[in-house]
C-alpha cells in the first residue's frame, strides 16, 4: 500500500482545512480531511464524467450520493487528485439484497446517459475481466484460473438484454446509516445490463463474505439470471488472474464457481 498523502496543495484547492487521515478499505489511498474526502485520480475523462453526472444528479429519497468537489481552478482535478464531501455510513456487506435494491434505484436514475466514450480505451484488469465476461469465445485461458473460467465459459449462452451504464462494483461501496437512505460511493462505470451489475454484488458476497447460493436464488426472478450470474464470476475471476493479487487465493472461487455452473446447467 502506498503511503501518498495528500499534497498540502491539493487539500488547499479542494478546501480542506484538517490534516488529512487515511481510510480504510479500497485500495490503500483514500484520505479525509474534516468533511472533504480525497483519493488519487484513476483516469481524467472518467473522473471528469462521472464529476459532471453527479454533481447535477437529482436527490432521491431512495439513495444519496457523494458530492464531487471543484478545485478552485474550476476543474474536477488538482494535482492528480480528486474530491468529494464525505457521507455518513459504513458499508455493511452482508446486506446484499439491500446493496442490490440500492444499486437498481441509482441505476434507474441514471439510465438516459449516453455510453461515455473513456470505456473504449480503458486497459486495467477489471477491464480485461469485463471483455473476457462479454467478448466472443476463444482459448481457455491459461494459469491457475484456466480451469475455473473455462467451466464458467463452457456454459456461457448469449445473453439479450439493453445496455446501459451501471455501478459494476456495488457491494462495498454502499453505505448505510441510521436513518438515512443508503448512500452510493466509488461509481465504477460499465455499459452493460443493470442486473449484471447485481449479480457481480452476489458473487462478490458469495466469495468474500460467506454468503451462501440462497443469495443468488433470491434473485434469480431477474431475466436471463444464470446468465448475468455466469458472467459477473467470469469478469472477477478473471480479474484476479491477470492482477496476479497474492491475497485472493483461487480456493475462494472454486465453490462460487461449481455453484453457478450447477444452477445454470439445471437452467438451461
Given at each position: 500500500m502506498e503511503d501518498r498523502r495528500p499534497p498540502a496543495e491539493v487539500l488547499r484547492a479542494f478546501g480542506a482545512t484538517t490534516d488529512p487521515v487515511r481510510l480504510t478499505g479500497g485500495k490503500g489511498g483514500t484520505w479525509r480531511a474534516g468533511d472533504v474526502v480525497l483519493k488519487p485520480a484513476?483516469?481524467?475523462?472518467?473522473?471528469?464524467?462521472?464529476?459532471?453526472?453527479l454533481a447535477t444528479l437529482p436527490e432521491s429519497p431512495r439513495f444519496r450520493i457523494a458530492r464531487p468537489i471543484r478545485a478552485t481552478t474550476g476543474d474536477w482535478l488538482a494535482d492528480g487528485w480528486e474530491a468529494a464531501c464525505a457521507v455518513a455510513g459504513q458499508p455493511d456487506q452482508r446486506r446484499v439484497d439491500d446493496v442490490i435494491r440500492t444499486g437498481s434505484a441509482f441505476h434507474e436514475a441514471v439510465a438516459h446517459l449516453p455510453r461515455p466514450a473513456f470505456l473504449d480505451t480503458r486497459s486495467d484488469p477489471w477491464a480485461y475481466g469485463e471483455k473476457l465476461a462479454w467478448g466472443p469465445t476463444g482459448a481457455e485461458p491459461a494459469g491457475d484460473a484456466g480451469p475455473l473460467l473455462g467451466r464458467l465459459l463452457a456454459?456461457?449462452?448469449?445473453?439479450?438484454?439493453?445496455?446501459?451504464?451501471?455501478?459494476?462494483?456495488?457491494?462495498?461501496?454502499?453505505?448505510?446509516?441510521?436513518?438515512?437512505?443508503?448512500?452510493?460511493?466509488d461509481w465504477s462505470a460499465y455499459w452493460r445490463p443493470p442486473a449484471?451489475?447485481?449479480a457481480v454484488a452476489v458473487v462478490d458476497a458469495m466469495v468474500w463474505h460467506g454468503a451462501g447460493f440462497d443469495a443468488a436464488l433470491r434473485w434469480s426472478h431477474l431475466p436471463?439470471?444464470?446468465q448475468l450470474l455466469?458472467?459477473?464470476?467470469?469478469?472477477?475471476?478473471?480479474?484476479?488472474?491477470?492482477?496476479?493479487?497474492?491475497?485472493?487465493?483461487r480456493s475462494a472461487y472454486e465453490p462460487v464457481v461449481r455453484d453457478v455452473v450447477g444452477y445454470v446447467v439445471r437452467t438451461i
Amino acid at each position: 500500500m502506498e503511503d501518498r498523502r495528500p499534497p498540502a496543495e491539493v487539500l488547499r484547492a479542494f478546501g480542506a482545512t484538517t490534516d488529512p487521515v487515511r481510510l480504510t478499505g479500497g485500495k490503500g489511498g483514500t484520505w479525509r480531511a474534516g468533511d472533504v474526502v480525497l483519493k488519487p485520480a484513476e483516469g481524467d475523462d472518467a473522473v471528469r464524467w462521472r464529476c459532471e453526472i453527479l454533481a447535477t444528479l437529482p436527490e432521491s429519497p431512495r439513495f444519496r450520493i457523494a458530492r464531487p468537489i471543484r478545485a478552485t481552478t474550476g476543474d474536477w482535478l488538482a494535482d492528480g487528485w480528486e474530491a468529494a464531501c464525505a457521507v455518513a455510513g459504513q458499508p455493511d456487506q452482508r446486506r446484499v439484497d439491500d446493496v442490490i435494491r440500492t444499486g437498481s434505484a441509482f441505476h434507474e436514475a441514471v439510465a438516459h446517459l449516453p455510453r461515455p466514450a473513456f470505456l473504449d480505451t480503458r486497459s486495467d484488469p477489471w477491464a480485461y475481466g469485463e471483455k473476457l465476461a462479454w467478448g466472443p469465445t476463444g482459448a481457455e485461458p491459461a494459469g491457475d484460473a484456466g480451469p475455473l473460467l473455462g467451466r464458467l465459459l463452457a456454459v456461457r449462452r448469449p445473453v439479450h438484454l439493453p445496455d446501459q451504464i451501471v455501478h459494476a462494483d456495488l457491494l462495498g461501496n454502499i453505505l448505510f446509516a441510521d436513518g438515512l437512505p443508503p448512500a452510493v460511493i466509488d461509481w465504477s462505470a460499465y455499459w452493460r445490463p443493470p442486473a449484471w451489475a447485481s449479480a457481480v454484488a452476489v458473487v462478490d458476497a458469495m466469495v468474500w463474505h460467506g454468503a451462501g447460493f440462497d443469495a443468488a436464488l433470491r434473485w434469480s426472478h431477474l431475466p436471463e439470471w444464470g446468465q448475468l450470474l455466469v458472467r459477473a464470476t467470469i469478469f472477477r475471476l478473471a480479474t484476479w488472474a491477470v492482477a496476479g493479487w497474492a491475497s485472493e487465493p483461487r480456493s475462494a472461487y472454486e465453490p462460487v464457481v461449481r455453484d453457478v455452473v450447477g444452477y445454470v446447467v439445471r437452467t438451461i
